[in-house]
Antibody, heavy 121, light 108 residues
């Protein structure tokens, strides 16, 4: 059974870069069927799709965050990563990694447990 | 961007009753590409329904999804204690992918 696990700092200073990694187990990140996504959840805005990355490296971004988001893959470690630049308090959220199948525009069929990231000085 | 509006905000029912949750889209959801999730406190959302009416793996037939176009419903029959949680709809017919704001199902 495929599992996802987020990791990264729980506290980031304003204007700095948020970096998270999702480790995938029970399946290969190089599978041509899967798209690897990030979703965040805040009390104010609820659930928000951040973006997704395909095994080829092509990325799909939410225009609301596009200019600040970078995603990448590390196939040797079966991991993928998210970087969000110039963070503010509004980026404080629980960040989930989540997978879709057969297209990035699909339902999220597997989720990590989530990690809380707080933006504060 | 397709905006999803869920109603009611909170629904108070008793175990054994039937819950009907609504998700309305600001524009047509292509091919009924709509999913439903249940989220318990401290947990990630769990998929229940995809493509409006198909149950995800392991989801009992007490859960049923319906609707098309801009109006969708999630019906949960014979409510069990584990069903009292927050429910979200998500559309993936348009870009960007968007979620509704959630309906809280609480014990009456």
């Amino acid at each position: 059974q495929l599992q996802l696990q987020e990791s990264g700092p729980g506290l980031v200073k304003p204007s700095e870069t948020l970096s998270l990694t999702c480790t995938v187990s029970g399946g290969s990140i190089s599978s041509s069927n899967y798209y690897w996504g990030w979703v965040r959840q805040t009390p104010g805005k609820g659930l928000e799709w951040i973006g997704s990355i395909y095994y080829s490296g092509i990325t799909f971004d939410n225009p609301s965050l596009k200019s600040r988001v970078t995603m990448s893959l590390d196939t040797s470690k079966n991991q993928y990563s998210l970087k969000l630049t110039s963070v503010t308090a509004a980026d404080t959220a629980v960040y989930y990694c989540a997978k879709t199948t057969d297209g990035y525009r699909n339902w999220f069929d597997s989720w990590g447990q989530g990690t809380l990231v707080t933006v504060s000085s | 961007e397709i905006v999803l509006t869920q109603s009611p905000g909170t629904l108070s029912l008793s175990p054994g009753e039937t819950a009907t949750l609504s998700c309305r889209a600001s524009q047509n959801v292509r091919s009924n590409y709509l999913a439903w999730y249940r989220q318990k406190p401290g947990q990630a959302p769990r998929p229940l329904i995809y493509r409006a009416s198909s149950r995800a793996t392991g989801i009992p037939d007490r859960f049923s999804g319906g609707g098309s176009g801009t109006d969708f419903t999630l019906t949960i029959s014979r409510l069990e204690p584990e069903d009292f949680a927050v429910y979200y709809c998500q559309q993936f017919g348009g870009t960007p992918i968007t979620f509704g704001q959630g309906t809280r199902l609480e014990i009456k």
